[in-house]
């Protein structure tokens, strides 16, 4: 495994309430990402970071936002939670972006209420 | 749209056969291939990569063949085995892309009978 530790690993929630996952590394690779994976969708990019307190959004990034304030942390926010943010959301990380493999945690199973 | 995608949803072949997983990307410019396996329950595993300039790498009882030409990528596994069953999807970057470049494909379902 690459180092990375997702938690929660399972979370039921309500509608219009906040939550955040959190990414742990232990690699101290400079980029990380939260991707969400959905049935019929291949993984989809939410925001990711490019160094400590660096982010850009991603593909989905609408009703997410994401803090970097360490190397080795990434959290993801789902600051007011809809069901249609029902999903498995993914942290990963990679060397040099990019031009190398990222390399994924386990993923934490969300539902929404 | 998906400019990553898999001929077959389900493949299902026998234990000690040889496995062919494919994968068709439509954006001529992606200059960097990765596949992925993953497990029920986990998250996905690297398995091996190619850059645009080859045609060919092998891994350990795989290789991934690139051909530029159809814009078509595959996974072969040599020799499958019961702890190959899972969803192997690929990826792609646009050469034009940052670190936010990836799109990946759905995955298909790579069933081992015994």
């Known amino acids: 495994d690459a180092g990375i530790t997702q938690s929660p690993r399972h979370k039921v929630t309500e509608t219009g309430t906040p939550v955040t996952l959190r990414c742990h590394q232990t690699?101290?690779?400079?980029?990380m990402y939260w991707y969400r994976q959905d049935p019929g969708h291949g993984l989809r990019l939410i925001h990711y970071?490019?160094?400590?307190?660096?982010?850009d959004k991603g593909e989905v990034s609408d009703g997410y936002s994401v803090s970097r304030s360490k190397t080795e942390d990434f959290l993801l926010t789902l600051e007011s939670a809809t069901s249609s943010q029902t999903s498995v959301y993914f942290c990963?990380?990679?060397?040099?972006?990019?031009?190398?493999?990222?390399?994924f945690g386990n993923g934490t199973r969300l539902t929404v209420t | 749209g998906e400019s990553v995608g898999l001929h077959l949803p389900t493949l299902s072949v026998q234990e000690g056969d040889n496995s062919i997983i494919n994968c068709a990307y439509s954006?001529?410019?992606?200059?960097?291939f990765i596949w992925y396996k993953q497990e029920s329950g986990k998250g996905p595993q690297f398995i091996i990569d190619?850059?645009?300039?080859?045609d060919k790498r092998q891994g350990q009882r795989v290789t991934v063949l690139l051909n530029k030409t159809v814009k078509h990528l595959s996974l072969q596994i040599a020799a499958t085995q019961p702890g190959d069953s899972a969803v192997y999807f690929c990826?792609?970057?646009?050469?034009?892309?940052?670190?936010?470049?990836?799109?990946f494909g759905k995955g298909t379902h790579l069933i081992i009978q015994p």
């Open positions: 990963a990380i990679s060397a040099s972006g990019g031009n190398s493999p990222l390399h």
């Open positions: 690699e101290n690779h400079r980029y």
């Open positions: 970071s490019y160094g400590v307190k660096d982010t």
């Open positions: 954006n001529s410019a992606s200059d960097y």
């Open positions: 190619i850059r645009s300039n080859m």
């Open positions: 990826a792609e970057r646009n050469s034009g892309g940052g670190a936010d470049g990836l799109t």
